[in-house]
């Protein structure tokens, strides 16, 4: 069995969205820091990583909201490496509710281990699948639902442009993943406003 490890957040005024949920942005943000703390927990913190020359990277990421978490709430995030493929690893997280059994929200990230010199995708190591899979890691997992491939722009696309800031940036001198989250979250504000549809009319809808 992987290892598991819970991470506890209280939702704070400023990680909320208009409508006093936790604005999904932070979804991503939290699950990151669960992961990070997930990897030291077993004796990989960022230090050791980055004095080896190498890390990981997220691919894609995918969440399913079941239940809105409020302002002021109390959320648990426990994560674990489900599987590990080669150059990549999936890692799943359950969100519950302080107190509760029933999930919040369900999201997994496919991370790909890195040599940061050379920023090339490398094996994961045997001493790093041991130190969170103590059996080693499964003959077979579950099936991955990769996302889509999208259908053509049609004719008026709105676009948007975003300058990458250096608060953007990740330890590694990356856009931050969660990043790109803000930058999807704004377009779709300014393209529902473009339409008649300002996040006011939304809200008070």
Known sequence: MPRQYTRTFRVRHYECDPYNHLNNVNYVRFMQEAALDASADVGWPTKRYTDNGTGWLVRETQVEYLRPI????????????????????????????????????????????????????????????????????????????????????PEGVYRARHHVAWRDLDMIGHMNNATYLEYFEDAAAQVGSLYGWPVKRLIER
């Open 70 to 153: 409020m302002q002021g709430q109390t959320v648990n995030i426990t994560t674990w490496m489900e599987d590990v493929r080669r150059v990549r690893s999936q890692r799943r997280y359950e969100f519950r509710l302080e107190g509760e059994e029933e999930l919040a929200a369900s999201a997994s990230t496919e991370w790909v281990y890195l040599d940061l010199e050379k920023q090339m995708p490398i094996h994961v190591p045997d001493d790093i699948i041991l130190a969170y899979m103590p059996e080693g890691a499964p003959k077979t997992s579950r099936a991955r639902n990769h996302f889509p491939t999208l259908p053509p722009q």
